[in-house]
């Protein structure tokens, strides 16, 4: 902003007679105030501006203005000047009384008509200010400071009442009392963290996970719990093959099951033939012992989704998947069942009735609330309860963050759990996958156990 300097001048007005003139001792007149106020008009007219530029000998180029306002009830006037210079408005706000007095007589027909004149006799002359008037920098600071914290506050408050994502546990439990029950933090270049960092943060929340589980009961009563989300990209696929390597590393004989039927990828991040799965066993093409691979040299099986069929839905809601299901829960400690999301299918829905309990994974500044709300109602409505939630993608706290003093020395070379002895199993190389030994008989005894152990030995490298 350009610099404005401004000066003030006091000036009183009063009238007098021509001098030699008849009258001049009869008659006196006084300024009133309709005159004043008359002063006070003309003094921002061109005819004053005009001429204190005469005056003062300024050309077209020096800009300036002048007001003036009158204090009380007296012939008394205060006159301000701003100019780009002190001395300039110094200049026109003593010029400006002068000049006024030299056109006033023009505007009052009664000081005219008795040949009275006015004069300007200076109270308080204007002196040249010290500082510019405008802009005052801390005023504009203040200002503007004040504006800031509205306009912000004004702001977050908008973004918060816009914004519906879901941006940590607080604004889940706005949607539903069931538990958090782990806060996984993002890891897109390692998505599987049980493997290829299984000391770190990531690690540690899938094995939180794993305990919390079993505090909600999910994991018994029919030894299966489906992980599913309302959106796709949230992260459920990661979840559940983290979550059964950490309980086949806890000792439990884990089946993950892919049965997202649409958009299968659990197999192609383990590494596994995905050709034949579960689509061909419930079709009759393979033996459910042939299509559930061994995952290295792991208490871990995979059943991965085989071909992707026309009839997803129909083929999750038939009845030789509620057999096979009930066969798979007696055979393993725990089946992990992978799903597609709520939302686009109702397949999660169908998934739910199968297995003993469904975890949600919500993708944190991804799935908005009204996405997993509605997602949480459709799963109500079909008489599936949400056991808990994982908070997937989320930030690392300060409690996360000081994790990373256990895991500053590297594991052994051996100690890793895609290499780690197995008890009483005869070590694989990590490619033989689909070729390794089937180890002992499951814990939970009956005829579909007995089955699969008696193929598991006529069969080699098949469950």
Do not use: C
Not at 132 to 145: H, I, N, T
Not at 364 to 386: F, N, S, Y
Request: proline share 8%.
């Amino acid at each position: 902003m350009t610099p404005t300097y401004t000066a003030s001048a006091r000036v009183y007005f009063s009238t007098e007679a021509p001098r030699g003139g008849p009258g001049q001792a009869d008659n006196i007149f006084l300024i009133t105030t309709a005159d004043l106020e008359t002063y006070i008009e003309v003094m921002s007219s061109p005819l004053l501006e005009e001429a204190i530029r005469e005056d003062l000998a300024l050309d077209d180029g020096a800009t300036f203005s002048v007001t003036a306002a009158t204090p009380g009830n007296t012939p008394v006037l205060d006159i301000t000047a701003t100019a780009a210079t002190p001395e300039l408005a110094a200049g026109v706000a003593n010029a400006a009384g002068p000049q006024l007095a030299e056109v006033a007589q023009q505007f009052s027909l009664l000081l005219a008509g008795a040949g009275q004149s006015v004069a300007s006799n200076p109270i308080d002359p204007a002196t040249a200010p010290a500082s510019p008037s405008s802009p005052d920098v801390r005023r504009s600071l203040a200002l503007g400071f004040l504006v800031g914290i509205a306009a912000g506050t004004g702001l977050a408050f908008a973004q918060h009442g816009l914004d519906r994502r879901i941006r940590d546990a607080s604004d889940l439990r706005q949607l539903s009392e069931q538990p958090v029950l782990a806060s996984v933090p993002l890891d897109e270049q390692h998505p599987v963290v049980m493997v290829s960092r299984p000391r770190g943060v990531g690690a540690e929340s899938i094995r939180r996970l794993r305990t919390n589980l079993k505090f909600v009961d999910v994991a018994t009563a029919r030894h299966s719990v489906l992980f599913t989300s309302a959106l796709a990209g949230e992260g459920k696929t990661t979840t559940a093959i983290n979550l059964a390597i950490a309980m086949s590393d806890a000792g439990s004989r884990v089946l993950l099951v892919d049965a997202d039927l649409r958009k299968p990828t659990v197999a192609a991040n383990l590494g596994l033939p995905g050709e034949v799965g579960l689509t061909t066993a419930l079709l009759g093409e393979a033996e459910i012992e042939d299509a559930a691979q061994q995952w290295r040299d792991s208490s871990l099986y995979v059943l991965p989704a085989g071909p992707i069929p026309p009839n997803p839905s129909e083929l999750i809601g038939s009845k030789a998947m509620r057999k096979l299901f009930k066969r798979l829960s007696r055979s393993f400690d725990v089946l992990v069942v992978d799903s597609p999301p709520v939302l686009p299918v109702v397949d999660a829905v169908l998934l739910g009735k199968l297995t003993g309990g469904t975890v949600m994974v919500v993708g944190l500044d991804k799935i908005r609330k009204h996405h997993l709300g509605a997602a949480l109602g459709a799963l109500e409505t079909a008489g599936v309860p949400v056991s808990g939630f994982v908070l997937n993608k989320a930030p690392l706290d300060g409690a996360a963050a000081s994790y990373r003093y256990y895991s500053a020395h590297p594991l052994p070379a051996d100690s890793s759990p895609a290499e780690r002895p197995q008890r009483g199993r005869r070590r694989q190389p990590a490619d033989s996958a689909r070729s390794v030994d089937r180890p002992s008989a499951p814990s939970a005894a009956g005829p579909g156990s007995e089955r699969l152990a008696d193929v598991a030995h006529a069969r080699p490298g098949r469950v």
